[in-house]
């Protein structure tokens, strides 16, 4: 009765997040195109894939969010709160609509380079010192990081967070008999810590770590995860995980690989292989590619056109069962939910 009731609590505050982000997408839609986008942005080639309706897009929608409110009902883990008070709410939508006259000046120009000026910028790899989405700031300020979970949930109809938390599912499987106080997690490029706030909800036991390069977006995880047990951030690179060899059990990541080049992706495959023990699980989210969907290909053609997403035309027809079956991970199940596809691997031995 417990997880019926908390079913229906957590898939009625889902249907109140899809009506407010339903409207945001649509306001910034309208704001996009009166503040001249359309007119004055280099032409997008026609895709040669088909792109879904908008019938198309909100039925997949309401799925993946009943996905969502099922895993409650199952008891994989409890209903979860993902929206700030709404005086900060507030503050942020403010915030994100007064940004985007700048932004947008940007994709008409072209320029992804604001994250250039950060003061920690030349410690950082290249790929990673620029605006992704024409996003300003980058991954690199206060601003970016207290923005940023609002303007992924507005661009995704307010489905990310039912996304991100598919991969509970198969951490709930490996779980299932495991004592969670003896159980070691990383996640990796953690950013605002939304995926490690819900492990922590869902395990409040397990030892958690979330690794990333930008100590603006560690700051607003620190932030998410007020009140709860303590997470393990690390500043860090995922080419060069600083943990020893198979010491974590479970191993994350969410919307990394397509932000990185063809060798970074390969590089930290193979760090996230080793310091996984033998058996143990990885757990994988990331955009569709090509195929994953068929119906959606032409959807996936336009997205780096419309956003500054430099590898992700590569991303998208990456062979990543090669990658990841090259480092030992070896594959135990793959779905798509939405936008987004998962792939669960074990590391062998």
């Known amino acids: 009765m417990a997880h019926t009731i908390g079913m229906a609590a957590h898939a009625g505050a889902q249907a109140v997040r899809l009506g407010l982000y339903l409207g945001l997408n649509r306001i910034v839609g309208w704001r996009t195109s009166a503040l001249g986008l359309e007119k004055t942005q280099a032409p997008v080639e026609t895709p040669r894939g088909p792109v ?12 993946v969010l009943m996905q969502d409110a099922a895993a409650v009902r199952d008891g994989l883990y409890p209903p979860m709160a993902d929206e700030p008070s709404l005086p900060v709410q507030l503050a942020r939508i403010r915030d994100m609509l007064a940004d985007l006259p700048s932004t947008v000046a940007r994709r008409n120009d072209r320029d992804a380079s604001t994250a250039r000026a950060s003061a920690n910028a ?15 700031d980058g ?10 979970d609002l303007q992924v949930e507005t661009l995704f109809y307010g489905a990310a967070g039912a996304m991100r938390r598919q991969g509970l599912r198969p951490i709930a499987a490996y779980m299932h008999g495991r004592d969670q106080r003896g159980i070691n997690l990383l996640d990796v490029a953690c950013g605002t810590g939304r995926l490690l706030r819900a492990i922590r909800l ?13 100590h603006a977006y560690l700051n607003e995880a620190r932030r998410h995860m007020s009140g709860l047990r303590s997470v393990d951030f690390m ?11 198979a010491s974590q059990d479970i191993v994350t990541t969410v919307f990394l690989f397509h932000e990185l080049p063809p060798e970074i992706r390969r590089r930290v495959a193979a760090e996230m292989a080793r310091v996984l023990k033998p058996g143990g699980l990885l757990v994988f989210i990331d955009s569709l590619q090509m195929g994953d969907r068929p119906a959606y290909d032409g959807l996936l053609e336009m997205f780096p056109a419309r956003f500054h997403e430099p590898y992700y035309r590569h991303y998208a027809i990456d062979d990543l069962d090669s990658v990841f079956s090259d ?13 987004s596809k998962m792939m669960v691997r074990r590391k062998a031995g």
């Open 139 to 148: 991954y690199l300020s206060d601003r970016s990081a207290r923005l940023y």
């Open 122 to 136: 030349d410690a950082l790899p290249d790929y990673f010192v620029q605006d992704f989405h024409f996003q300003t």
């Open 202 to 214: 869902a395990y409040p036991a397990m030892k958690l770590a979330g690794l990333d390069l930008s």
């Open 235 to 245: 500043a860090a690179n995922a080419e060069t995980i600083p943990l020893p060899n």
């Open 327 to 339: 480092v030992g991970l070896e594959a135990t199940e793959q779905s798509t939910a939405f936008l």
């Open 52 to 63: 879904p309706s908008q019938a198309d897009l909100l039925r997949d929608l309401v799925s």
